[in-house]
């Protein structure tokens, strides 16, 4: 345990430090279709930035650390987002929102050894499970919190479905609120239920802790049913 605050890395588009509701990161990198890293991951697209600010909203003490792999648009190479998720665990993060997925099976071995790597380090993902019928990776996998979509749920909540390891947990699809900006006019999806779902395990969780998905489970669970919640 220590009493550093919990560290989440957001793999994304990159982020907006100076945006009024990030506050600033802790460090970051961008990553190249090749795997090579450079130092530019200003978010030039919004997504991540979003992605950020929803998770801050639910834990505003959080250090982020930010890793672009999408430059142009949102897409990126395999090799981008391993050599991403290698690049958070090296930073000791707690939790890595992975609010992007990919359905191609060819590239499951690949990235469970990632996985399994960052659990190593004590590292936790959070990554979109299925959406649309489609089933996404590392979303899918052992080891790696899986979020769906549950628009009933509230924007700032939690719910659990299943037992144990295979437990599903939803969020709420709608990003933070913007100023003069409806709620359908914003960004929302399942990028938005994982890191609301991030959000909520970093204000729950001790940094420090090497949460496993059990664990985590157990967390989200509590806040759905409103025991020990934290304001």
Known sequence: MTDRPIRVAVIDSGVNATH????????????????????????????????????????PGAELFCVKVFHRDLTATIAALIAAIDWSAGQRADLINLSLGTSNPDHAAGLRDAVERATDAGALLVAAGTSG???????????????????????????????GAAAVC???????????????????????????????????????????????????RRVSTGIEQRP
Do not use: Q
Request: overall charge neutral; charged content about 20%; aromatic content about 4%.
């Open 20 to 59: 009024p509701h990030i506050g600033g990161v802790a460090g970051g990198v961008a990553i190249a279709s090749d795997g090579s890293t450079h130092p530019d991951y200003l978010d030039r697209l919004g997504h991540g930035t979003a992605v950020a600010a929803a998770i801050k909203e639910r834990a």
């Open 133 to 163: 019928g489609v089933d996404y990776l590392p979303g899918s996998l052992t080891g790696v919190v899986r979020v769906e979509l549950d628009w009933a749920c509230p924007r700032l909540g939690a719910t659990v479905s299943g037992e």
């Open 170 to 220: 939803g969020a709420s699809g709608y990003a933070r609120p913007m100023p003069g900006v409806s709620p359908e006019r914003n960004l929302k999806g399942i990028s938005f239920a994982v890191a609301n779902t991030t959000g909520v395990l970093a204000r729950e969780l001790r940094p420090g802790s090497r949460a496993t998905v059990l664990t985590a489970i157990e967390a989200l």
